[in-house]
């Protein structure tokens, strides 16, 4: 298996290879944007042109064919490029957060455990290129798998003439013990990179990084694409047939990460579908006139773990935002396009008037606050529910 084209993000492509060809490209990038838009993927594809034999630059020609209508990029075929594609080349780079593994003893058996962690990730990724960016396990970039990126990148040259490091998810290194160690560790790099050495730091919350990665860093937003070409791509590759693509397109935010998510694995829905449905829930009970709906509901949820709520939060925006454009019967804006008929019904039944939702929205705001300090999840839900109760019944302010 090799890694998967390249999707959208053609004008960024054009800007970094043509800053590549005049030798202009910055030696540290930060590439920040959502989860699952393809900061990785598209560091990736410029690892890839930095190595590629047959690219523009290489040989001073602009305009080689490119890799699938890209006439920008990397050929695609030559050694190096195939290469790059199959996880293989040996000096692109590409560290990730991992799980902390459970063997730890001496700080070179730490860091042996996670090289292998690492590994273990880059050969999953070889075999199921397509994997949504939602997952449940708690990862880091650790104190050892700094030590072992910054190894790799003082070892000197590579087998070619440039290297490429990928860091993805830069932000995961504050969050755990020891992380000034390993952000001194890595800013020393950053400050004075090895000749011919590229970075390539990913973070779709880059204002969790530390400042001082951030100043040494040139940071590229990397934008959310159109529904249309994340539905295009799940359809060309095969990943799901056309209504299907069309109903996660609208849901994923403009990212392939999130919209393979809500795709199921045979009978189980996609975690992302399960967030969605439970904050479809919740909001079913607050349009309830029964209060034991919305304790039954809340009781449904663990009682800690409230910042693990921010997802569900969100899906509860998307649903009151749906349920005022159904009571202003502005229904093709709706995003959950499964539910139409169901909001509707709903609007009418429960005569929503359409300053009900917004209402609620600023209630669902408050949650999310409270969500970010420690508090008992089921409380959370409670009270929420019954304020965009209270917000969805009364057509006065
Ligand atoms: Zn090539």
Not at 63 to 88: F, I, K, M, T, Y
Not at 200 to 212: A, N, Q, Y
Request: a neutral charge.
């Amino acid at each position: 298996m090799t890694l998967l084209p390249i999707a959208g993000h053609e004008e960024l492509r054009r800007a970094l290879a043509g800053a590549w060809r005049r030798k202009r490209l910055p030696p540290v990038l930060l590439l920040h944007g959502a989860p699952g838009v393809g900061k990785q993927r598209l560091g990736h594809w410029l690892g890839q042109l930095l190595v590629c034999t047959e690219s523009g630059a290489s040989s001073g020609s602009p305009g080689s064919p490119g890799d699938l209508g890209d006439p920008v990029g990397p050929c695609g075929s030559c050694r190096e490029c195939r290469l790059a594609l199959r996880l293989e080349h040996p000096d692109l780079h590409w560290y990730v957060p991992v799980p902390r593994p459970r063997t730890r003893g001496s700080r070179d058996k730490d860091d042996e455990a996670l090289e292998d962690a690492r590994r273990s990730w880059l050969e999953e990724a070889r075999v199921t290129p397509l994997r949504p960016t939602h997952s449940s396990e708690v990862r880091a970039l650790h104190l050892g798998t700094i030590r072992n990126f910054r190894k790799e990148a003082r070892r000197g040259r590579g087998t070619g003439p440039r290297r490429l490091f990928l860091l993805a998810d830069a932000e995961e290194l504050v969050a755990q013990e020891a992380s000034q160690e390993a952000a001194n560790a890595l800013l020393k790099l950053l400050e004075e990179p090895p000749e011919d050495t590229w970075f390539v730091l990913t973070s779709s919350e880059p204002g969790r990084l530390l400042p001082t990665i951030r100043s040494r860093s040139t940071a590229l937003h990397v934008p959310s694409l159109p529904a249309a070409q994340v539905r295009d791509f799940l359809v060309e590759q095969g990943v799901t047939e056309s209504a299907e693509a069309d109903r996660v397109s609208l849901l994923s935010g403009g990212s392939i990460g999130r919209a393979l998510g809500f795709l199921g694995d045979g009978n189980d829905d996609g975690p992302l579908e399960q967030t969605r449905k439970s904050a479809l829930r919740l909001v079913n009970a607050a349009l309830s006139s029964r209060d034991a709906d919305v304790y039954q509901e809340a009781l449904g949820f663990k009682a800690s773990g409230a910042r693990g709520l921010m997802e569900l939060l969100a899906f509860i925006e998307i649903w009151l935002r749906d349920l005022a454009a159904a009571a202003s019967g502005v229904e093709d804006v709706i995003r959950n396009r499964d539910a139409v008929a169901w909001l509707v019904r709903k609007a009418e039944e429960r005569q929503v008037d359409p300053s009900g939702p917004s209402r609620a929205l600023a209630a669902v705001e408050r949650a999310r606050e409270e969500a970010s300090g420690n508090v008992n999840p089921q409380l959370l839900l409670t009270g929420l529910m019954l304020d965009m109760r209270r917000a969805l019944r009364t057509s006065e302010p």
